[in-house]
């Protein structure tokens, strides 16, 4: 079935370092992809999507593009800052889906100042 | 624009004891899901509503786990009898139809089996 898998963290970072969050998905035709942001306290938040090959999503500095032939989604940001300290998930929807978010385990981010 | 809101926010029981949360959606979004989130694991969908019809219930122990959404607007998730490895924070989302719309979600509940 289909199934997404991200870089173990906690990743730590001093504040205006670049960073990378690793994506990669398994899926049957075309899913669409999404990175989800959940703040201390706080619900989920849609942070970005993509729902086709070679389409890039950004919102709040963050990027990421879906890239058919790795089978990836890595989340980039050039300069992070303490207030982007969370746990960043990874998401699909598959093609022909109902819906249904398949999460990864998540990426928990400290940015230190 | 109200969010998606859920009570309780905590729920401590002792195995084997029932528990039910409540979610209300969106106004206006048709679409409403249950996920479970275990600790260190990212949310996996129990049970997908379109207005009062169930879309997908394939992953929810119905042994133990049922829910309802009555009238196609506020829903209820029950677990009967709890288990220790029930243990999780229940999340609830709404999106104005299925798909790839976006789903926005409520802050959990957090619930401890002991």
């Known amino acids: 079935g289909d199934s997404v898998t991200q870089m173990e963290g906690p990743v730590t970072l001093s504040e205006e370092a670049f960073l990378t969050i690793n994506c990669t998905y398994t899926?049957?035709?075309?899913?669409?992809l999404f990175w989800y942001v959940q703040y201390p306290g706080e619900g989920l938040q849609l942070l970005l999507k993509?729902?086709?090959?070679?389409d890039k999503g950004s919102n709040k500095g963050f990027e990421a593009t879906y890239r058919k032939e790795t089978t990836s989604f890595h989340l980039e940001k050039g300069s992070v800052q303490v207030s982007d300290s969370a746990v960043y998930f990874c998401?699909?929807?598959?093609?022909?889906?109902?819906?249904?978010?398949?999460f990864g385990q998540g990426t928990t981010l400290q940015v230190k100042p | 624009e109200a969010g998606v809101a859920q009570s309780p926010r905590y729920k401590i029981i002792e195995k084997r004891q029932s528990v039910a949360f409540w979610c209300n959606p969106i106004?206006?979004?048709?679409?409403l899901y249950w996920y479970q989130q275990i600790l260190g694991q990212g949310p996996k969908l129990l049970i997908q509503?379109?207005?009062?019809?169930?879309?997908?219930d394939s992953q929810l122990p119905k042994d133990r786990f049922s829910a309802e959404r009555l009238k196609g607007v506020d829903s209820t998730l029950k677990i009967q009898p709890a288990k220790l490895e029930d243990s999780a924070v229940y999340l609830c989302?709404?999106?104005?139809?299925?798909?790839?719309?976006?789903?926005?979600f409520g802050p959990g509940t957090r619930l401890t089996v002991l």
């Open positions: 989302a709404s999106s104005f139809r299925g798909s790839y719309n976006e789903q926005f």
């Open positions: 899926a049957t035709g075309y899913p669409s």
């Open positions: 993509a729902t086709k090959a070679d």
């Open positions: 998401a699909l929807i598959g093609s022909g889906n109902t819906g249904k978010l398949i």
């Open positions: 106004s206006g979004h048709a679409t």
């Open positions: 509503f379109q207005n009062n019809g169930v879309v997908d």
